[in-house]
């Protein structure tokens, strides 16, 4: 799915330690301008962001070993604790790429399985993953847009996205996908990196983000500039209160946020309504 679309590689910001104040967090509705800190046309977003994790599919985890120090996978275990699974469940999977949502979903007594991701490269990393795990049934792998999902309406129990709303152009029709196919009382999740609610943890990681981060990404992966976005996508994501009321607007009641290690992480959930 894969279109020509302008080079993602080219800088799009000096690496520096910190975000600019007037970067961190962008006002509802004006993601789809931004591709990191570079302005762009928002019909062009999602190809940049399709060119971003073609570069990174095969390195995927290891990704987010490095922008996590290897936490996500407590976070990831801390988000199936709380969607419970159940072998009468159906989840679906946003962005899901690899399969490690669906997994550990499955693995803990989950009934079925849709893992849907734009990056056709992604889906094939996460099919062959679950050949490795001996995991050929209970999931279904599909390419499409979080924004258009190609899955039926009230048709889920449980919809997560883990580590890709913050690459959506647009928040708003993205959550409003996620109430469309989850049937009336389904279960909304949203694990993602966000924004650090320690004054001194937040010095340390812009430093490692925008300084150590991107000549990781260019030592391990060969890969500076993607590393360098995915920095800055960060930042402009929505703060987690800002991100509780986009929810609410989006239909979903009894929203919470649950903040990880400082926040350098958060889930939000809520119920369809």
Known sequence: MLRAMTDPRTPSAPSQPAAPAQAT???????????????????????????VFDSVAGRYDLMNDL?????????????????????????LDVAGGTGDIAFRFLERGGGRAVVCDITESMVRVGRDRSYDRNLLTGVNWTVGDAERLPIAS???????????????????????????????????????FSHVVLPVLREIYDVYSFQVLPRLG????????????????????????????????????????????????????????
């Open 25 to 51: 967090g962008v006002s509802a509705g004006a993601e789809g301008n931004w591709f990191g800190y570079r302005p762009v046309d928002p019909d062009a977003k999602s190809g940049l962001v399709r060119a």
């Open 154 to 192: 009230r048709s889920v129990d449980a919809y997560t996205i883990a580590f890709g709303l913050r690459n959506v152009t647009r928040i708003d029709a993205a959550l409003s996908e996620a109430r469309r196919v989850l049937k009336p009382g389904g279960k909304f999740f949203c694990l993602e």
């Open 218 to 273: 260019r030592m391990v992966a060969g890969d500076e500039d993607s590393y360098r976005y995915l920095a800055e996508s960060i930042r402009r994501f929505p703060e987690q209160q800002a991100l509780v009321k986009r929810i609410e607007a989006a239909g979903f009641g009894a929203v919470r946020v649950r903040n990880l290690t400082g926040g350098i992480a958060a889930i939000h959930s809520g119920w369809r309504i």
């Open 67 to 91: 922008m996590s120090g290897g936490i996500h996978r407590l976070w990831k275990d801390t988000l199936m604790e709380m969607v419970a699974p159940r072998a009468d469940m159906t989840l």
